[in-house]
């Protein structure tokens, strides 16, 4: 798989998204590489930790454009897509090991998602984040609906899915989406720092602490996610997401 690329660097297993040239937008590939990678790398006995980021500028611009237009049309690859947002939501959540989300860059849509669902999150000091499913027409299904609300509570959550906005590093970190934003040539540095430490912790008790809190997100996943996405699946397809989508290529067309 060349979309998504593991490398080990002693035990912390650095992800990355290897789509540089696109932002790190999801192909097919990487769409599916996310829901087997988390398992893939736990089985792994000598990590301990995982910093998941972005090749070049971005950390993700979330869905593209001809994954877009195919699902509109595509019944049976718009399962598949529905399917795969649960795999990829599920296995982070339940991942045993920590995962760092390391922002280089832009996290939007589901690369919001990502960052918000990892464990700890460093943010370059340009970066941003930002959930705009709903100005193209669809329900933030894949990790938004669910994970804001209990990070920001609901009134913020509402006003971020909502509109959509960018939510710059230092905003994140006052909102307490990001832990810590770093300098952009740092960020890198500072992740496996931080991976190191954690490796060096005792590794069941860090596991069963992380297991621990994220009943919070379990009772989400369990209660929240499954209507969300059967939400988003139902906007696939919507007129509304339709027209967007044709607003955002025809603008694209006149650059």
């Excluded at 193209?136 to 959509?164: H, I, N």
């Amino acid at each position: 798989m060349t979309d998504l690329v593991v490398t080990a660097v002693g035990p912390v297993r650095l992800v990355e998204l290897n789509r540089p040239e696109q932002l790190n937008a999801m192909s097919e590939e990487l769409h599916t590489g996310l829901t087997s990678v988390w398992d893939e790398v736990c089985a792994d006995p000598e990590a301990r930790v995982i910093v998941l980021t972005g090749r070049g500028r971005a950390f993700s611009a979330g869905g593209n454009l001809d994954t877009m237009n195919r699902v509109q049309h595509d019944g049976d690859f718009r399962e598949r897509q529905v399917d795969e947002a649960r795999g990829i939501i599920t296995g982070l959540v339940r991942c045993p090991l920590p995962v760092i989300a390391a922002v280089n860059g832009p996290a939007v849509g589901l690369g919001c998602s990502l960052a918000l669902l990892s464990d700890l999150v460093l943010i370059a000091d340009d970066a941003y984040l930002a959930d705009p499913h709903v100005k193209v027409g669809l329900v933030a299904g894949d990790g938004g609906a669910f994970v804001l609300p209990l990070l920001v509570g609901l009134t913020r959550a509402k006003e971020l899915l909502f509109l959509g906005d960018r939510v710059s590093a230092e905003d994140a970190v006052r909102l307490g989406i990001a832990n810590r934003s770093v300098p952009g040539d740092k960020l890198m540095d500072e992740a496996v720092d931080l991976a190191v430490r954690l490796a060096a912790l005792p590794a069941q008790a860090l596991r069963e602490t992380k297991r621990a809190v994220n009943r919070h997100l379990e009772q989400a996943l369990d209660t929240v996610m499954e209507p969300a996405l059967l939400a988003e699946r139902a906007t696939m397809h919507s007129p509304e997401h339709i027209a967007a989508v044709e607003r955002i290529t025809a603008a694209r067309g006149r650059r």
